[in-house]
């Protein structure tokens, strides 16, 4: 017997014991789901910007998972169902919005004006959403008529329309196509779900007044401003 080991018999089986012992599983706490609906409800009605699950998720310190996450949101979404007010999913996350049946009762107290498209907006607009990316040529081309620059600025300025490249023809003309923020205004989660060409314009007139721009007045009219036909310059 090891003279330096003064542990008695008892004590050495009990250590032997506690290294042979299997591993016990424990358990997770219990997430209280209707807490993460509250929070979640919370932080969606207190944020004009639509919220991601994995932004989401940091209000939870890493104790709720996605799908926890998702799961709640979808509860939630019922929940709201019948009410002035829904949860929807768009492109950029989550949000609440007013419905459009409620949304023209609220318009009548904003000070905004309601929003007004000209139809150069209206038909440069639908021509990047249903045929992008295009180039100023491309739009030009469809068209038939010049497409001024304010009408293309005001788009990008709007945050509805981005540039994301350039062609590589002579001149390297730009390349054009609609953004997330577009997305989100007209309440859709992909290019897919975009409305029949027709409705375009009457879905975008429904938006709420926060939201208008691009009026008539700062922007030209197709024939009234004097839009000529395009140049050859692509």
Do not use: C
Not at 42 to 69: C, H
Not at 74 to 100: C, H, M, N, Y
Not at 122 to 132: C, D, F, G, H, K
């Amino acid at each position: 017997m090891n003279m330096n080991d003064q542990t008695n018999p008892d004590e050495q089986d009990a250590r032997r014991e506690t290294r042979e012992a299997p591993l016990v599983a424990v358990e997770p706490a219990q997430v209280d789901l209707e807490q993460v609906k509250r929070v979640l409800e919370a932080a969606l009605l207190s944020t004009p910007e639509p919220l991601t699950v994995q932004q989401l998720k940091r209000l939870f310190a890493g104790e709720v998972d996605a799908d926890n996450i998702r799961k709640v949101l979808d509860q939630l979404k019922d929940e709201w169902t019948e009410r002035s007010i829904e949860l929807t999913s768009v492109a950029s996350g989550w949000r609440f919005r007013v419905k459009p049946d409620y949304q023209k009762f609220l318009d009548r107290i904003a000070n905004e004006k309601p929003p007004r498209y000209s139809r150069a907006v209206l038909e440069t607009l639908a021509i990047i959403a249903y045929r992008q990316p295009v180039t100023r040529g491309d739009i030009e081309e469809v068209r038939g008529v010049a497409v001024s620059p304010p009408t293309l600025n005001a788009l990008v300025e709007r945050g509805w329309v981005e540039v994301i490249g350039q062609r590589e023809t002579p001149g390297r003309p730009a390349i054009f196509a609609t953004t997330r923020k577009f997305l989100d205004d007209l309440n859709l989660r992909t290019l897919e779900e975009l409305p029949p060409l027709e409705e375009l314009q009457s879905a975008l007139e429904t938006l709420p007044q926060q939201h208008a721009a691009l009026e008539t007045e700062s922007l030209p009219l197709s024939q009234d401003s004097g839009e000529q036909p395009p140049e050859p310059t692509e």
